[in-house]
């Protein structure tokens, strides 16, 4: 394999409305994150991907773009975000930004004209049809997020397609024009100095030829979501192919496919160090162990997640891509719950459990991703009141459960609690002054009331905090090439609470012991290693093991990392 930066990188992921309010009108802004580049300097990660600060009207915090080459008012301006590269750049840190050009905004001059008529130069950049002979849907897609993924257009009288929300038409990829308008975008964005971009659901660019029906997933509902339609589509890799030679192939940069409902082989593929599309993808699979798999609304379903299950489905993904391409490292992001409140404990073990998933994060095979606020062991968040959410998938799917489902408010929230989007989207906790730091005024969503416990603040001082933690594993891993490069290899598959694998360089190697829960299992050295002799490199209970390796009885949540040979 080859040496590459972005194999290198420890990524933080920036969702601006979030992050910091530098205004006081209670969003954050660019020049928010300018205020807090040396606190990322000081972490020491290498890349900062940053969620979409284009101009939108915010139907999806952003992801709803109505002008590619425009920031949003509420962020700032071009001239913000020019200085946020600089002082970016300036401190030896790269920046990626998000592509979203599965759709657009409906407020995009491309969708305005689009709908004015039949005629328009601009209708077939989205994907129109008739309505079926009744006058339903030209068919049965259920969209992302709840009811279907076609909406009617009275002026025209024909329906357009979103996968998501009906405020994000999907754009017509098999438009030549439509495909040659993206890569001219990128290109302006990767001669303004950029260093790569964060692809949003850049598997579904691609959709089934005649636009079938979804095979029926759930009897019961008139709309099944059908991502054997869209997510690995027949011209995918043709587009792909395109953008990688008109666009990406002339800069020194990386790219991150976000692919769902995308198998291993595929992502091997797309990934491919020769002849691939994209660096790296961020798979899905792992954040079904606690879900329905294979439907989107599965999510909602939750089941308890198994440690056999977890190590199965990162296992193969290591193997699958191994020697061929390569992974992405994640356990949470602005899509998802709190990765400390759903996979470790953040009642009884906070501060253990928090630093035993960013041990495990640091030390596989792949880029670790860090998610704003994680670093900090930030939680989900309780709001009692639907109203008190922001996010439209919240919304849509409240209305849908309490309605069509005829599900309880409370069965309702209880999802909420656990799944929502907005979980991870309420605001840094900086310290411990009102609103945890983030405004002087009226946050857009409310700061988790506990930051007065959770805060930057209190945590850069503390020589055992989370954060401090972090920097540490980041260090470590710039430091040591094993833990970029080294081959990965698990052990004691079977076992219930414990997560032990190797990472194998050269003559070296680093053996990874990770308790993933409360109890107190005891470790015995897999026969395989009996020659093994490692040193502590790190590990997350102050007072180091001073049991011998060959059999130790592990702490609640406890992480420890040995390098030898
Ligand atoms: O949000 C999810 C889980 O509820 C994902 O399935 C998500 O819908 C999917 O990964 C696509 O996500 C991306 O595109 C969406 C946007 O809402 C997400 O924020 C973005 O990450 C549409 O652009
Ligand atoms: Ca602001």
């Not at 279907?148 to 999907?170: I, M, N, R, V």
Request: glycine share 8%; aromatic share 14%.
């Amino acid at each position: 394999m080859k040496r590459k930066w972005w194999k290198e990188a420890v990524v933080y992921q920036i969702y601006p409305r979030s992050f910091k309010d530098s205004n006081g009108d209670g969003i954050g802004d660019i020049r928010g994150i300018i205020e807090k580049v040396d606190y990322l300097k000081e972490l020491g990660i290498s890349v900062v991907w940053l969620s979409p600060v284009y101009k939108s009207p915010n139907d999806d915090n952003g992801y709803d773009i109505s002008g590619y080459q425009e920031i949003m008012g509420e962020f700032g301006t071009l001239d913000d975000w020019d200085d946020l590269l600089t002082a970016l750049h300036d401190r030896g840190i790269k920046l990626i930004m998000d592509l979203v050009v599965n759709h657009t905004s409906d407020e995009h001059p491309w969708f305005v004209e689009s709908r004015k008529s039949k005629d328009n130069p601009y209708r077939d950049y989205y994907i129109w049809q008739d309505a079926k002979p009744d006058g339903s849907e030209p068919n049965n897609w259920l969209s992302f997020f709840s009811g279907s993924a076609w909406e009617y257009d009275e002026g025209t009288e024909q329906y357009f397609l979103h996968l998501f929300t009906k405020k994000q038409p999907d754009l017509n990829w098999e438009n030549e024009r439509v495909r040659n308008e993206v890569f001219d975008m990128m290109t302006w964005w990767l001669d303004r100095g950029i260093d790569g971009f964060r692809m949003d659901v850049i598997n579904n660019i691609s959709k089934t030829p005649g636009l079938p029906d979804g095979s029926v997933k759930d009897p019961k509902s008139k709309y099944q979501f059908a991502p054997e339609h869209f997510a690995n589509g027949p011209r995918l890799r043709e587009y792909l192919a395109e953008m990688r030679d008109k666009v990406l192939n002339h800069y020194d940069i990386m790219t991150v496919g976000e692919t769902a409902f995308f198998p291993v082989e595929d992502a091997c593929d797309i990934t491919d160090e020769e002849n691939g599309y994209v660096n790296m993808v961020f798979q899905f699979e792992h954040m079904a162990v606690d879900g329905k798999p294979d439907t989107h609304a599965g999510k909602w379903d939750t089941r308890q997640w198994k440690l056999q299950e977890l190590k199965q489905i990162m296992t193969k993904w290591d193997k699958g891509l191994e020697g061929v391409g390569w992974n992405s490292l994640y356990l949470n992001n602005h899509d998802q719950p709190r990765q400390v409140s759903r996979f470790g404990d953040d009642k009884n073990y906070h501060e253990e459990s928090a630093k035993l998933l960013a041990t495990f994060l640091h030390t596989m095979h792949g880029t670790p991703y860090v998610y704003q606020g994680e670093e900090l062991g930030m939680t989900n968040v309780r709001f009692e009141k639907v109203e008190d959410y922001r996010d439209v998938e919240i919304h849509n799917m409240y209305h849908d459960f309490t309605e069509k489902r005829g599900e309880s408010h409370e069965t309702v929230m209880e999802r909420i609690w656990t799944k929502g989007r907005d979980n991870a989207r309420t605001p840094i906790q900086w310290d411990d002054s009102k609103h945890g730091g983030f405004t002087k005024g009226t946050p857009w969503i409310g700061v988790n009331p506990n930051y007065r416990d959770i805060n930057a603040k209190q945590q850069i001082d503390d020589p055992n905090s989370i954060l401090n933690y972090y920097k540490n594993l980041i260090a470590l891993r710039k430091k040591h090439d094993i833990l970029v490069y080294g081959t990965y290899d698990l052990y004691l598959e079977e076992h219930e609470e414990l997560y032990v694998y190797t990472r194998t360089l050269g003559d070296e190697k680093v053996l990874v012991v990770l308790n993933f829960f409360g109890g107190t299992p005891e470790f015995v050295l897999p026969k395989e290693l009996e020659d093994f002799n490692g040193e502590r490199l790190v590990g997350n209970y102050k007072d180091g093991a001073t049991q011998p390796l060959e059999r130790m009885t592990l702490r609640p949540y406890e992480a420890l990392v040995f390098k030898g040979e």
